[in-house]
């Protein structure tokens, strides 16, 4: 069983990333801008906020972070991004979700400029991503696809399971599974809370992504012998034996799925890491669309 190290990959990526701004900087081209707007006090928001900001920071980017209140009305956040938006120092900015409840998302998405939407939620993107042309692709796939490219894992002509169809992880990722180019074409099947003996359809998978949000719900009965594993799932659950109180774990049973698999994510350590990475190289990719490089 080979264990497919997101961590290790993702400090890859970020030196590649380093190393490209310090040589624009080096030229005289300012630093790539990646800005936040953090809403509330959600505590695994924090955590991501603090982890993107650190992250940017350590590739020579700049960021900048918008808090708000809880009570924050949508005209007043519809107006910081339209600030954002306009502001030539900005090269893309993210949104972090969930929003509360009196804040229709949707229409929060759609204010954001495509050209700055670094998350890949606007609808433009996800067509453009649906045509297979040129978008911004959300950072946990684009950061998938990215990881079993540079692991070596093959998927051309292989079955691929999605198991979830959420519009951040499931759906884009078996749209890019599916994508006509050599580190895709692998025939896909998505499967969510309606499908029908979802363990059978589950061990047909070559290659099986979990992203249901459902701690430890892939089993070994539900993996076939020799499968590669990716799991998105990250969760908090209590365990007194760790001086924190508690560990993280996937939507995978790691102990008893590893030992059947070809290749596997762990959690922590696989796809977290290589979300972070997604989003500094979308950055830079907004970054080259504004500013013209000689
Ligand atoms: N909340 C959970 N995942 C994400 C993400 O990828 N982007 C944003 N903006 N919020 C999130």
Redesign the pocket.
């Known amino acids: 069983m080979k264990l497919i190290d997101g961590k290790t990959i993702s400090e890859e990526i970020k030196k590649e990333i380093a190393s490209e701004v310090a040589s624009l900087i080096d030229k005289g081209y300012r630093a790539p801008h990646m800005a936040a707007i953090l809403v509330g006090h959600d505590g695994a928001s924090e955590t991501?906020i603090a982890s993107k900001e650190r992250n940017c920071r350590a590739v020579g980017m700049t960021s900048s972070l918008y808090r708000y209140e809880e009570n924050i009305s949508e005209k007043e956040l519809l107006e910081v991004i339209s600030f954002l938006n306009q502001d030539e120092e900005v090269d893309g900015f993210?949104?972090?979700?969930p929003l509360p409840k009196h804040i229709n998302v949707d229409r929060v998405i759609a204010a954001v400029s495509p050209d700055k939407d670094i998350?890949g939620f606007h609808p433009v993107n996800m067509g453009r991503l649906a045509l297979g042309e040129d978008a911004f692709v959300?950072?946990?796939p684009c950061g998938i696809m990215e990881l079993l490219k540079r692991a070596g894992i093959e998927t051309a002509g292989k079955k691929c399971v999605v198991l979830g169809r959420s519009n951040?992880v499931g759906t884009p990722m078996a749209l890019l599974m599916s994508r006509n180019n050599p580190h895709a074409n692998a025939t896909v099947t998505i499967c969510h809370s309606k499908t029908k003996n979802l363990k059978e359809e589950a061990l047909q998978a070559d290659i099986l992504v979990a992203a249901l949000g459902k701690p430890g719900f892939v089993t070994a009965d539900m993996v076939k012998e020799g499968a590669v594993v990716v799991d998105v799932g990250i969760h908090r659950i209590e365990d007194s034996g760790k001086p924190s109180g508690y560990r993280i774990v996937g939507d995978v049973d790691y102990d008893k799925v590893a030992p059947k698999c070809a290749a596997i994510t762990p959690v922590p350590g696989g796809v977290g890491p290589m979300?972070i990475a997604a989003l500094l190289m979308n950055t830079m990719k907004a970054y080259r669309k504004r500013v013209k490089i000689q």
């Open positions: 991501y993210i949104i972090q979700l998350d959300p950072a946990t951040i979300t």
